[in-house]
């Protein structure tokens, strides 16, 4: 059976690239969402802290927007005539933070997927690029020393790649960790104060 390792050699490290354009616009675009998300947090728990009055007072730009925050207050807004104890009212702001905290992931399992399969993808490159190389000592011999040595130098580039590609996701990913918790950190007390302010 004759195998192209060449061919897969090169397959692997377009994947890798693949891998590393999509990180890229996951960490781009996760990056921005948090930064708007976490600022517009602390914009409307600073409004209802303060307001005086009913939640449905509050502003339309705040309260209408499309972020997870006004969602949370809108949902609590919308959702707490209808409870008419503490319990309820706990079990609905659960309710509505549990739906809320599925959209504040999305697309991070994207990233975490990059950062186990990286490495793993340059090792696979590694160990195809030495399987082409001795394939070519084979059949030509070591009538090139360069050849040879540049051969696996490309190899062992595969892995330097893979890991590297794995750091960059996973910097990003325990970073979006952490704006995960400090936003829904911020929803519990949005959620907690929406519920207790009564028309």
Not at 54 to 61: A, G, V, W
Not at 81 to 92: G, I
Not at 103 to 111: A, E, F, I, S, T
Not at 171 to 176: E, K, M, Q, S, V
Request: contains cysteine.
């Amino acid at each position: 059976m004759n195998i192209d390792y060449t061919l897969l050699h090169q397959i692997t490290f377009y994947t890798m690239f693949v891998c590393l354009a999509l990180a890229v616009f996951v960490a781009v675009e996760r990056l921005l969402f948090y930064i708007f998300t976490l600022r517009h947090a602390r914009q409307l728990e600073e409004l209802v802290t303060g307001h005086k009055g009913p939640l449905e007072t509050l502003p339309d730009e705040m309260i209408g927007h499309d972020s997870v925050p006004a969602q949370a207050v809108r949902r609590m807004i919308e959702e707490r005539s209808r409870v008419t104890n503490a319990h309820d009212v706990q079990s609905l702001s659960s309710a509505i933070f549990l739906a809320l905290k599925a959209r504040l992931q999305r697309n991070l399992w994207v990233l975490d997927t990059i950062v186990t399969a990286a490495p793993l993808l340059g090792l696979l490159g590694t160990i195809l690029g030495i399987i082409e190389t001795f394939t070519t000592l084979a059949t030509s011999g070591v009538s090139d020393p360069k050849g040879v040595s540049g051969g696996i130098g490309t190899a062992l580039l595969a892995t330097a790649l893979g890991i590297a590609i794995a750091l960059f996701g996973l910097a990003f990913l325990n970073h979006f960790h952490d704006r995960v918790d400090r936003i829904s950190e911020h929803l519990k007390v949005l959620l907690l104060r929406a519920s207790i302010n009564k028309a």
